[in-house]
């Protein structure tokens, strides 16, 4: 069996700003294909003294399985390599590897023997940046703070993602755990991870009828509410939710009112949407993305059965570019607070230049505190 550092060369944490319940997820590169990865493991207090895999191992197997059978979408993160590590420290840094690239079968089927022995087991995906997680971009840095994505935005990762339950529910899936530090968005093209709580339900079942139901609540109310607001659904500024099994079953049960008062501006016909979702009045993902259109044909998209105004045609393409132009001007402030942020904690450098840099990234931070977009 090979050595762990002969396949995956581990690097930092990757997860602290969000942490989960089952896993602890580093940066690392496979040794076999240079490609950088996610190596998401699980975490050491759910291995076993009686040799039995607990639910959360094998919630490694469920989420591989379903990564493959999603993985013609490009809004589903990529599975890269899934298999079994024999390191016991949460910081996987020695010991054994057992590797099955895609084969998820023999995965599934190593669980007990591996369970036995107290082997982990791990899935490697592909890597997707921090700055594009919707949680670490919206989180407000300071209290007081907020931050929305434009409607126009807002609009295109609603249909993406309505558009990808679409395609899992004609599979029988469920995704369920809906959440923005589960979610990236780079201003075009959505990309959702984890999808060890998500479901393969049995085809024509009561259980899948209200579980798609309740994905449609999910993501009106998980995703979308905050998206739009830049609230946490169970009112308040946005935190981490609470990981694990019981807690993405009630996270939000309870909650079937959204309160717009922050946001007024919001589009109404929008918050009437949001808010039949949070009632579960919206019993299918069709019925969601019939609605979804009606509202995108009031921001100049192009839709079926709305004759659409060239004008407002116009008028779109001139925001989307517009939205181009404003993300990659807060790149480039931001890239440039990292070069001064870089230069001000060099040695050497004497007061007089290091408070000229420390007085500048100050304006810059006040600058990016201001900033119009997520
Ligand atoms: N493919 C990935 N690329 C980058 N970061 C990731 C990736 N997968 C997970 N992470 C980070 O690790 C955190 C925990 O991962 P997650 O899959 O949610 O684990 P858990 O199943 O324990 O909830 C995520 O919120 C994210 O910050
Ligand atoms: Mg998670």
Not at 189 to 195: F, G, T, Y
Not at 262 to 288: K, M, W
């Amino acid at each position: 069996m090979p050595f762990l550092t002969d396949v995956y060369t581990m690097g930092n944490t990757i997860d602290t700003f969000a942490l989960g319940h089952y896993a602890r997820v580093y940066e690392a590169i496979d040794s076999r294909t240079h490609q950088p990865c996610a190596f998401k493991v699980m975490r050491p207090e759910h291995l076993t003294e009686d040799g039995q895999p607990r639910w959360e191992a094998m919630a490694f197997i469920n989420e591989a399985d379903l990564l493959t059978r999603m993985s013609s979408s490009s809004h589903v993160v990529r599975l890269l390599d899934c298999g079994y590590i024999s390191a016991v420290d949460e910081n996987p840094r020695s010991g054994q590897i057992d590797s099955y690239g895609l084969n998820v079968e023999q995965f599934r089927q190593g669980a007990y023997r591996f369970a036995a022995q107290r082997w982990r087991p791990y899935l490697a995906l592909e890597l997707l940046p921090r700055i594009q997680n919707l949680l670490y971009l919206m989180k407000p840095n300071m209290p007081g703070t907020r931050w929305r994505l434009p409607t126009e935005e807002g609009l295109d990762l609603a249909s993406q993602f309505a558009e990808l339950l679409r395609q899992a529910h004609r599979q029988q899936i469920v995704y369920l755990d809906h959440k923005l530090e589960h979610v990236y968005w780079d201003g075009q093209v959505l990309r959702v991870i984890d999808w060890n709580s998500s479901r393969l339900l049995e085809a024509g079942s009561q259980t899948l009828t209200q579980q798609i139901a309740t994905d449609v609540h999910n993501l009106c109310v998980g995703i979308l509410y905050p998206i739009f607001t830049g609230l946490s659904p169970q009112k308040g500024t946005l935190v981490p939710q609470p990981a694990g099994q019981a807690e993405v079953d009630s996270r939000y049960n309870e909650i079937n009112q959204l309160d717009f008062g922050a946001e007024p501006t919001l589009s109404s016909a929008l918050q009437r949407l949001l808010q039949r979702g949070a009632s579960r009045q919206i019993a299918t993902v069709e019925q969601f993305i019939s609605g979804l259109h009606g509202v995108a044909a009031l921001f100049g998209w192009d839709t079926p059965n709305v004759p659409i105004n060239p004008a407002m045609r116009t008028a779109r393409e001139q925001l989307r570019a517009g939205l181009t132009k404003l993300r990659q001007g807060q790149d480039s402030i931001r890239e440039a607070r990292d070069m001064l942020r870089e230069a001000a904690i060099m040695d050497d450098i004497g007061e007089d230049l290091e408070s000229e840099l420390r007085r500048l990234l100050g304006k810059i931070n006040d600058m990016l505190n201001g900033r119009v977009i997520p």
